[in-house]
Nanobody, 122 residues
Framework: QVQLVESGGGWVQPGGSLKLACAAS????????MSWHRQAPGKERTVVAQ????????RYAGSVKGRFTISRDNAKNMVFLQMNSLNIDDTAVYYC???????????????WGEGTLVTVSP
């Protein structure tokens, strides 16, 4: 059974930092591209950051580029999101996602965590 469990959310003041973590189990982790998504109240879920299976390439939404950093540790089956210079617009539930790599037997598989809430306010 595949599980993605996010942690690290909480309350932070504007300008502060948080580091989210996602622990994956039940899957061949290094065969999955990983990403972080977020959903603010009343808005659609959007992608925040993506990282390839090996971790050699990353991509960010324009709104977080230069402030957020995605990374992964394939030995520990974990993916991280370092968030710096947080602002009120970053308030959302943050979700971890795993997608089977296109050149792997897991292509087409797609898993989500339950999410962790990040609240940025004075």
């Amino acid at each position: 059974q595949v599980q993605l469990v996010e942690s690290g959310g909480g309350w932070v003041q504007p300008g502060g930092s948080l580091k989210l973590a996602c622990a994956a189990s039940g899957l061949t982790f290094n065969k999955y591209a990983m990403s972080w998504h977020r959903q603010a109240p009343g808005k659609e879920r959007t992608v925040v950051a993506q990282i390839t299976m090996s971790g050699n390439m990353t991509r960010y939404a324009g709104s977080v580029k230069g402030r957020f950093t995605i990374s992964r540790d394939n030995a520990k089956n974990m993916v991280f999101l370092q968030m710096n210079s947080l602002n009120i617009d970053d308030t959302a539930v943050y979700y971890c996602n795993a997608k089977g790599g296109s050149d792997t037997p897991y292509y087409g598989l797609d898993y989500w965590g339950e999410g962790t809430l990040v609240t940025v306010s004075p």
